[in-house]
């Protein structure tokens, strides 16, 4: 049986990141949330908050996956011009959501009321739904195939977990580690084999140097969970048959 | 005087991150790194460990940037194909460098010797130069407007310190921050106003929630030290004049 990949992008937006001044948090939270609803996040593009870049990133991305995520850009102030560059990229106006409004009118009234620079936050491409947003008062914003997220953290996960279960997708990946005191160099053939010898599963080698000594953990990836049962147990074996000792679940 | 703008991109190669496994640190500290160089890192992609998606990325980005640096890829085991797919998007061969061969030798020469596996990371695109590993064995790559560095963060940090200063660049963008316990939708205008009336500087306005309470911090960012100090001056009386009071440096 062959199985659908299904795949999703992400775009960031993004000049705080790539100015190097705040690390990022929504790529490696994002990948973990789709990886549970059985989507692989195939491509991550940072850009720049100018509208070219993200029209650009828009188009690309959400044409070749079957979703595609931005992060960023949705507040009230004048840096915030994602849902105008996706209504551009996407060929349709901007306009207000009634219930965006509605929503916005309810979070802000005991806040000092709904202000024109607030009210902005209710604009959308035409055409969109809401995303629940269970942190603070903006909505998210779901237009076709794409999924306009904020850029705090913690409201993009409010945000997630009001998606979670609604998107289709196929088998999760699941993922096996184990951990070995050892230099990858030294066991790249045994890595390598197999890796050949496992149809379907994909090894990765990830090395470190930690109090001064050379280790690395091996992740078996695969859709089926016996089959990545079985490649670990003869990756362990044949590293045990080097004389190693192996740590189940990685160092 | 109109400065020119010099700018690099980052591929970031990529199943590990795309996976949610690993965050990713080399954006953050090749940012900071090359703004420091007065270069501006205009875009990210992070990829899948597949040649095609490294070579449609390099190709995009090496010719609409100064300069392009990737992460990972670059060890010994089966899933090190950055070198490869380098090459075959530069159209030129994989050769091994002599010198490269040399400090392999030298490094493994009391660690076992330079097996087949370990040979493999003295394998570059022909035509390219090396850069200096600090940390281990194997050297990063430097290949056109390319530069080809490790995937493990303090290894690439150790690759960075040897390239200081030896690649062209403008003025660096200088950033100054200030915070203020102030919901940002309550000072859009102003921050608007406060970027219209300082030509050449840049707002980013970043809320968080802290200790149940609404806070901003506002990044002004020119490469002008006289002019972005202008501008936060006359920021922080703006703020200032709406009763509240401003944190210098952020909160």
Chains 1, 2 share one sequence.
């Not at 990858?184 to 109090?211: C, M, N, T, W």
Request: charged content about 20%; some cysteine.
């Amino acid at each position: 049986m062959t199985t659908r990949i299904w795949t999703a992008a992400l775009a960031v937006i993004g000049d705080e990141i790539l100015s190097g001044r705040t690390q990022d948090k929504n790529v490696a939270q994002i990948a973990a949330w789709l990886n549970v609803q059985g989507i692989r996040l195939a491509e991550v593009r940072i850009v720049a908050d100018k509208p070219d870049a993200i029209v650009e990133a828009v188009n690309t991305l959400r044409e070749r996956n079957d979703y595609l995520f931005t992060t960023g850009g949705i507040g009230p102030t004048h840096d915030d011009i994602t849902v105008d560059a996706i209504a551009e990229a996407l060929g349709v106006p901007v306009v207000f959501h009634p219930q965006a409004v509605a929503v916005l009118e309810a979070y802000y009234a005991t806040r000092g009321g709904l202000t024109e620079p607030r009210k902005r936050m209710a604009r959308v491409p035409e055409g969109a739904d809401l995303i629940e947003n269970r942190m603070s008062g903006a909505p998210g914003i779901r237009v076709g195939n794409v999924f306009i997220m904020a850029g705090v953290p913690h409201i993009t996960a409010g945000m997630l977990d009001a998606l979670t279960g609604t998107l289709e997708g196929g088998l999760p990946v699941l993922s096996r580690t184990i951990g070995c005191w050892v230099a990858e160099s030294e066991v790249a053939d045994l890595l390598r084999q197999a890796e050949k010898s496992h149809e379907g599963v994909a090894i990765g080698s990830y090395p470190f140097f930690r109090d001064g000594r050379t280790g690395a953990n091996f992740v078996v990836r695969a859709t089926d969970a016996a089959l990545a049962d079985r490649c670990i147990a003869d990756l362990t074996q044949a590293l045990e048959g080097t004389g190693r000792s192996v740590v189940a679940g990685g160092i």
